[in-house]
């Protein structure tokens, strides 16, 4: 059985219904569009922008939002598949050394968007490697016509990150950063309770995305770039999804003030499932349904047993990449369903238990 989300329940209500809530999620489409009908990825018309700095009412869900976690180890990136056909990358995980074994490139080619295809916009959470470090692979596949970086402009950041703002820079896309630059020509400056510009007729489906960190910049050194991660709060209807890049306990007590009581039903563990991430405050204001972790082999000990403990406590199903590869969730905007369904088995809260322990 499966429960249309009609409005907001109390977290109690709404983790009774947990399980009715999410459906197993059907074979992909034969198309981006779920119709059968190919989009022309490679077409280079603009389509219609809604603009980003004021919250604009949405309309009722029309379509299919799909959102994929992408398996790139050690690191996290995320594809926005919108309704009309439009996509959105949220982060590139770590250079691999070509496009073509790039595993969000490799993605979107299986989602349709042919090389030299149209991506509508890429969010760069921060600059770090492990999030930014594809991306460069990407923009060299693909035309991107927004981007959202946070546009570091310390001495201390590395040749890598100088090169991947080289490359932005390069691409054309509108720019939109935290503050403004003499680097750029044109850009938009973005804060917390903006909005990302999407296309018109994603907008038009129901589809809104707000930015709910950060406020402005808050370190001054590249180490501290972290704490400065572009989270988004991405709504179809009454499902939702959150991103939050590396940020931790710190700026999720922030986080949870910004939310308020609208909730999230699908949360990518902050900080690949750091213990300092994924606090249980942040995670009890979003009281989540699904809760996809993106970490590869290593030496960080991510995911930790904290973290995951945090999130199962909430009742929330926590689902792994390295262990089910590539995560796909789709709404219709009333509806979850996820792909493949097999969530963490492990009771993570019973002291002893690891993920990594066989």
């Known amino acids: ?28 489409p034969s198309g981006p569009t779920g119709n059968g009908e190919p989009l022309n990825q490679t077409s280079t018309s603009t389509p219609p922008v809604v603009g980003s700095t004021t919250a604009i009412p949405t309309a009722p869900p029309n379509g ?25 990358v949220y982060d590139c995980g770590p250079p691999v050394g070509s496009a073509a074994a790039n595993p969000v490139v490799q993605a979107l080619h299986g989602l349709g968007v042919a090389s030299g295809g149209t991506l509508f916009a890429l969010v760069a959470s921060h600059g770090h490697n492990d999030h930014t470090g594809g991306c460069e692979e990407v923009l060299s596949e693909f035309r991107v016509l927004h981007a959202y970086e946070t546009w570091y402009e310390g001495a201390d950041a590395p040749q890598s990150y100088h090169r991947f703002q080289d490359e932005l820079k390069a691409e054309g896309a509108t720019m939109h950063v935290l503050h403004a630059t003499t680097a750029l020509e044109g850009e ?8 990302l510009a999407l296309p018109q007729d994603a907008r038009a489906a129901g589809v ?3 930015v709910l960190w950060p406020p402005d ?33 710190a700026q999720e007590r922030e986080l949870t003030q910004r939310l308020g009581e609208r ?12 213990k300092y991430a994924s606090s249980s405050g942040w995670v009890h204001a979003m009281h ?3 809760a996809p972790v993106s970490f590869g082999n290593n030496t960080y000990g991510h995911p930790t047993s904290e973290a995951l403990c945090r999130v199962q406590s909430e009742g929330t ?42």
């Open 1 to 28: 059985m499966v429960i249309i989300i009609t409005g907001c329940a109390s977290p109690a209500a709404e983790k009774s219904r947990a399980n009715d809530r999410v459906e197993q999620l059907p074979s992909s």
């Open 64 to 88: 299919t939002l799909r959102v994929h976690y992408v398996n790139v180890g050690q690191g996290d990136g995320t594809i926005w598949e919108l309704p009309g056909g439009s996509f959105i």
């Open 188 to 195: 938009e400056t973005f804060h917390a309770g903006d909005q």
């Open 208 to 210: 809104s995305a707000e």
């Open 217 to 249: 910049w808050q370190g001054s050194s590249w180490d501290d770039i972290a704490a400065s991660s572009v989270a988004v709060r991405l709504s179809f209807g009454t499902t939702s999804f959150c991103f939050q890049g590396d940020v931790e306990e």
């Open 263 to 274: 909730g999230c039903d699908v949360y990518l563990m902050g900080h690949h499932g750091s």
């Open 288 to 290: 989540p349904l699904l």
């Open 317 to 358: 199903k926590v689902y792994a990449t390295q262990r089910d590869g590539s995560i796909a969730v789709e709404s219709d905007g009333r509806r979850l369903s996820v792909q493949p369904d097999e969530p963490e088995t492990k009771d993570y809260c019973v002291p002893g238990i690891d993920y990594w322990a066989t």
